[in-house]
């Protein structure tokens, strides 16, 4: 089964950069469309981001939108969460995942697998 792993997170200011990274143990990204959620303990999972699908652009999180920029490095296997100008309310486990071509546009948790560990995002105010 193809592992999702990511890296890159740690402890910011807020205002600061960070670039997460997920990378797939295999080419699973290449007929899935990989995605970004986050989660804060006691919370449900919550969607960030998604590649876009044909001509379709990626889609945010409107508390992320701006900020936020999903990208995919397609010989390396890896997708990355570019996270500019952030917020202590970004401070969350961020989790890669992907999705069906299909399930395109939605957002629901439900829809995406398989699921990485999780990077830890902590941002100080």
């Known amino acids: 089964q193809v592992q999702l792993v990511e890296s890159g997170g740690g402890f910011v200011q807020a205002g600061d950069s960070v670039r997460l990274s997920c990378a797939a143990s295999?080419?699973?990204?290449?007929?899935?469309?990989p995605g970004w959620f986050r989660q804060a303990p006691g919370k449900e999972r919550e969607f960030v981001a998604v590649?876009?699908?044909?001509?379709?652009?990626?889609l945010y999180a409107d508390s992320v939108k701006g900020r936020f920029t999903i990208s995919r490095d397609d010989a390396k296997n890896t997708v990355y969460l570019q996270m500019n100008s952030l917020k202590p309310e970004d401070t969350d486990l961020y989790f890669c995942?992907?999705?069906?071509?299909?399930?395109?546009?939605?957002?629901?948790?439900?829809?995406?697998?398989?699921w990485g560990q999780g990077t830890q995002v902590i941002v100080s105010s």
């Open positions: 995942t992907t999705t069906s071509c299909s399930k395109f546009g939605s957002t629901d948790a439900r829809v995406f697998g398989p």
């Open positions: 295999g080419r699973i990204f290449d007929d899935s469309l």
């Open positions: 590649e876009g699908w044909r001509d379709s652009s990626p």
